[in-house]
């Protein structure tokens, strides 16, 4: 191109001509790749790769590349972008989507002393006649800021002895102390705190710790029973009365004869039971005499046996 023709185009004097398309877009990926090899470090992109061919490969485009370069100016264009974007997006769906972690709860594992030191006292109010027990437990080793915890058990829901549900069970725990219970009547307990009759109280000076339950005026222990009742009011079937001794029941008569076809005989009917009982076995007879007589004996004696001189 000629300086007229340069001149004509619009160029400047002494330049080489207005730049095209693809050298301002080669011109611009150059400027990306020197601003991104100074900015980026490459080893810490999650989807940059380097195949056994030695070219590299974007996993996130699926894409070739041959040199460091031309990966980083492939991550600045519109299409990486653009997967990101999506990738970003899906992620977040995801993540609103996903249940929620369960935190494991971390059982402190601690050795145990043995069981705490303790005291029962039965209590009766004769005014109301209400009993009430009185149960003070001592925990001279107790870890620092813990406090014991009891509570009310059933007796099914405990496995060392077979239910029964004429007792339920009071557990008291502390660390590092072993887990305790104590038997007492299935009655009803009082609930409220504010009348005296059920209170705890945990001393820490002297490292106490006192409950007392109360059951309710005139509680009784439960009446169930897991025997079976027969009911009375279900209808009965009338039964026949049995025959008088020495006759025999009566016997229904035999079915009618039925025939098999046409033109062919009709079975005969089975013959009807005897109507008297049968008659008892014989009595073993004594044997016959025998019918040859047994031989005489002989006329003439044995000689006698020869003497020896």
């Known amino acids: 191109m000629s300086f007229m023709s340069g001149r004509e185009h619009g160029s400047k004097p002494g330049s080489g001509g207005a730049a095209s398309a693809q050298a301002e877009a080669r011109d611009r990926k150059e400027r990306l790749r020197r601003l991104a090899l ?42 990486h972008q653009q997967n990101l974007a999506k990738r970003a997006a899906l992620e977040l769906k995801e993540k609103e989507t996903a249940p ?124 169930h029973d897991l025997t079976f009742q027969p009911r009375t009011n279900m209808p009965r079937m009338a039964v026949p009365p049995p025959p008088p001794p020495g006759t025999l029941p009566s016997v229904p008569p035999p079915p009618p004869p039925q025939a098999f076809g046409q033109g062919s005989m009709a079975r005969a009917p089975p013959p009807p039971p005897p109507s008297h009982p049968p008659p008892p076995p014989p009595s073993h007879p004594p044997p016959p005499p025998p019918s040859h007589p047994p031989p005489p004996p002989p006329s003439h004696p044995p000689p006698p046996p020869p003497s020896h001189p």
């Open 100 to 223: 929620a972690v369960v935190r494991k709860v971390t059982v402190k594992k601690s050795p145990k002393l043995g069981r705490p030191g303790y005291k029962v006292t039965k209590q009766f109010n004769p005014e109301n006649k209400q009993r009430s027990l009185l149960f003070q437990l001592d925990f001279p080793e107790i870890e620092a800021n813990v406090r014991p915890r009891h509570r009310i058990m059933s007796s099914f829901e405990q496995r060392i002895e077979p239910a029964d549900r004429k007792y339920q069970y009071i557990v008291f725990a502390a660390l590092p102390y072993e887990t305790i219970a104590f038997k007492i009547p299935n009655l009803e307990l009082e609930k409220e705190r504010d009348n005296g009759g059920y209170f705890w109280h945990w001393n820490p000076d002297i490292k106490q710790y006192c409950v007392q339950i109360m059951f309710k005026p005139g509680a009784k222990l439960p009446s």
């Open 38 to 79: 100074e900015t980026i470090d490459i080893t810490k992109d999650p989807y940059f790769m380097r195949n056994h061919l030695g070219t590299y490969e974007c996993k996130l485009c699926l894409t070739l590349h041959t040199n460091e370069g031309n990966y980083l100016a492939h991550t600045q264009g519109k299409r």
